[in-house]
C-alpha cells in the first residue's frame, strides 16, 4: 500500500503489475502495467516526495522503476544486472535520497541510486549470500549525532543500514562505509532453512532496534540490539509454525508484527506487549 | 527457546477459504489489506484470470459511525480539560474537580447513548435498527461500569454513603433498563430508608447509624420470631426480605433484573453500613446466588466483580477484551492515572498502561479523515511515545487539500517538528510542480528550506520566460525577500526580475549595473547569458550613454567568454545551422552595439562636464 493508504499496487504471477485505488473501502483499478516476462514478485512504492513511483522486480531478472507522469503510469527505467530471478526489492529511506536494494537468486544485491535526469547509479554486492537472497530490508534512518538544522544543500552523514536475507539460512546487516562501499557488518544465525523475509521495524526513538526474521523452517524471530552496547544482536523465538512463513511486516508505528505463513493464516502479534489483551 | 507469543485471537474473514488459499497482506497506515491468493500448495493453481476481493482489515470501525464522533469529540474537550487541571491541586478540592471530570463524561455516555436509542428506534429496516439497539446496550454498560468506578475509585465513598451511591447506581440503571414501575422492591424502600438516612446534609456518625439500624432489625426480626404477621404470607415475605434473607429475596427474582441490582438490595437490608473492602465478599456469592449454578457469568459481569474486589487493572484489561475500541478504557484509565490509582506497571517499552491505552486510541483516531485531528493532543500529553507517534502517523495523512495540507504543516511547525515540515513540504512542492503550478513549488521548497529543489523550479520559471518572454507568479518572485539566498539559482531568479522592474521604472543605470553584476558574480547561469546580453541591448541602443567605458569593457569580456567557449560542431542538420545563424547574427550585433557604446562612453567620459 501507498504511504497514504490511498493506492495499492499488486503483483502478480501473471507478469502484471496492476494499481488501484482503495479510498473509502472502494477497488477502482487504476493501471495495468505491463514490462516483466516472468511472475513478479514484489512491489514497493517509494516516499511520496520523489513523485508517485513504483519498483517491482521479477523472475525475469529485472528490476522495473514504474513513475506516474500526468496521470500516466509509465515504464521509466529498468535495470537487468542479475542473472537470475529478483526476489526482492525496497525502498531506502527517504532521507537517504531515492535508492533502491534488490536482492537476487544469483546471490547477488544491488543498490540502485537516482542521481538526476533519469540516471539510475549502480553498487553491487556479489555474493552477498551463497545460492541467493530472498529479502531486503533498509533500517530507518537514524542521524547521528545532534541534529543541528544543516545548511541548505547539505546532507547530514547518515549511517545507512540493511538487512538481507538468504538461503544460506542467514540474515545479514550491511552498512556503508565512507568511501561509498557496502560492507557486511553482522551475521545473523538462527534459522535451520531458509530465510524468506527480514523487515526492520520503524523507529520509534527508543534506543533499541528490532528485526523480524521468518523462515522456511517454520519459525519466526525477532531479533533486538541495544545500541548503547553495540552490536549484540540477541534473537527471541516468536513462534514456530507448522510450515513455512512467507512473509512479516510491521505496521507503522512498530506496536503490531503481521505474518503469514503456510497455513494460509495471516497472525497479528504485538511483540511488546503480550501480557495485554490484542 | 520459550515462546513469546500466547494463543492468538482469530478474526475470520468472510468469504476467504482459509483451507483451500493462501492469503497474502500489507499494511496500510492504519489498517491491513489481505487478499486471497491463487497459490494452493495441495492443488495445482488454476491459470483462471481473476479478481479476488482485497478485504480490508480495521480495528477500529467505530471512528466512522456519526453518533459515536460526537462522543468522540466531546470527550476530547474533558480530557484536555483533566489534562490540565492544576497538579498542584490536593485533598478534597481536587477530588471534587476529579468527579466532576467523571459525571462528565458519564453525561456524554448517556447523551450518545439517548441520541443512539432514538436512532435504532426510528430506523426502517429491522437490522440495523437491531445494531443500534445493541450498540445502546454497549454503552449502557459502559455508562454502568465508569458510575461503579466513579462510586468506588474516585469518589472513594466511604461506609454508609458507599449503599447510598450504590442504591442510586441500581436503581439509575435498573430502573431506566426496565422501565418498570411496579418495582417493589426498589420503590418501597425509598420513604424508609430516606428518613432513616436523614439526606442531605448528614451529621450523623456512622456509629450512630449502625445503631439505629441494628435496633430497626431486632425489631423485624422479634415480629418474625412472635409470627404476628403469620397470616399473611406476604407480609411475612416481606417481612424477611427486610431483613435480608437470601432466600426471600430470590424469591422475588423477576423483580430484580440482575445480581447487582440482588446485591445492593440484599446489603440493603442486611448491612447497610457495609465498608468497601467487604464488598467483594458479598458480590461474589450475590453473582453465585443469583445465577444459581444455570448461567455463567458473562464478561459485564467479571468487569463489575473485578471493581467490587477494587482490582483496577484488572478491571481494565476485561473491558479491553469486551470492547469493540480503545475509548472507554483510554479515557477511564487517564483519569484513574489522574487520581494516582495505577501504579506504575513497566511494559517493555518502558511506558505505561495509560500512555499505552492513549497511543492505542489515537492511533486509532488517525484513521479517519478529520478525527485525526483529536488524535493530535492525545499524543501530546503521552510523554514518552507521544511525539514520535505523532511523527509517524501525521506524515501519513493524504493531503488532498491545500487547507488540509496547511492544517498538519501549523500543526508540526507548533511541535517543532521540522523533518514532517521538511517532509511534507516537498511532497507538495513536488505535486505543485508535475501540475505546473510553478508559484506553488516555489513557495512550498521555501517553506522546506529546499534548496535543491528551489533550483529546480527557479529554473523552470527561466525556462518559461524564455519561452514565453514574460514571468509567471510575479508577486512571489517580487516579494522573496531573504528567502532569495535558499539557493543560487532562486537568488538568481530574483535579481533578474528586479532587473527588469528596474528597467520598468526607467533606472537605467541601476538596471545596467545589476545586469553585469549578476553574470560578473557568477550567479546567472552561463545557459542565460545570452539572454541577459540580449537583454542589455535596449540599454547599449539608448539616446544616452547607460553603460560606462568600465562596464561596456566587461560585457565585451563576458561576450567573448561566452563564444569563446562554444563547442565546435561536426556535421550539423539544417535547423542546428539555422540555429547557429541566429545566434552569429546575435553575436554580431552585440559586438556593434558595444562597440558604439564603448566609443560614446569614452567620449562623454573624457570631455569636461559641461563642456
Redesign the interface.
Known sequence: ?D????R?A?CSS?RSVKI?D?RN?G?ILIADLRGHEGPVWQVAWA?????NILASCSYDRKVIIWRE??GTWEKSHEHAGHDSSVNSVCWAP??YGLILACGSSDGAISLLTYTGEGQWEVKKINNAHTIGCNAVSWAPAVVPGSLI?QP??QKPNYIKRFASGGCDNLIKLWKEEEDGQWKEEQKLEAHSDWVRDVAWA?????PTSTIASCSQDGRVF?WTCDDASGNTWSP?????FNDVV??V?????A?IL?V?G?D??????S????H??? | MEELDGEPAVTVIPGVNSKKNQMCFDWGPGEMLVCETSFSKKEKSEMVPSCPFIYIIRKDVDVYSQILRKLFNESHGIFLGLQRIDEELTGKSRKSQLVRVSKNYRSVIRACMEEMHQVAIAAKDPASGRQFSSQVSILSAMELIWNLCEILFIEVAPAGHLLLHLLDWVRLHVCEVDSLSADVLGSENPSNHDSFWNLPGNTQTLTELELKWQHWHEECERYLQDSTFATNPHLESLLKIMLGDEAALLEQKELLSNWYHFLVTRLLYSNPTVKPIDLHYYAQSSLDLFLGGESSPEPLDNILLAAFEFDIHQVIKECSIALSNWWFVAHLTDLLDHCKLLQSHNLYFGSNMREFLLLEYASGLFAHPSLWQLGVDYFDYCPKLGRVSLELHIERIPLNTEQKALKVLRICEQRQMTEQVRSICKILAMKAVRNNRLGSALSWSIRAKDAAFATLVSDRFLRDYCERGCFSDLDLIDNLGPAMMLSDRLTFLGKYREFHRMYGEKRFADAASLLLSLMTSGIAPRSFWMTLLTDALPLLEQKQVIFSAEQTYELMQCLEDLTSRRPVRGESDIQQLQDEDIETTKVEMLRLALARNLARAIIREGSLEGS
Do not use: C
Not at chain 1, 516516499?47 to 513523485?51: A, N, R
Not at chain 1, 511486516?249 to 508505528?253: A, F, L, M, V
Not at chain 1, 494460509?264 to 502479534?269: A, F
Open positions: 500500500m504511504y497514504y493508504g490511498t495499492l499488486t501473471d488501484f482503495v473501502g477497488q516516499h511520496p516526495m520523489y513523485g507522469e500526468n527517504h532521507d538544522d541548505s544543500g520503524p523507529s520509534i526513538g527508543l525477532i527471541k523465538l516468536l513462534h514456530k512467507w512473509h511486516s510491521w505496521s507503522i508505528t506496536n503481521a503469514s503456510g494460509n493464516k495471516v497472525h497479528t502479534h511483540p511488546h506487549h503480550s495485554l489483551p490484542r
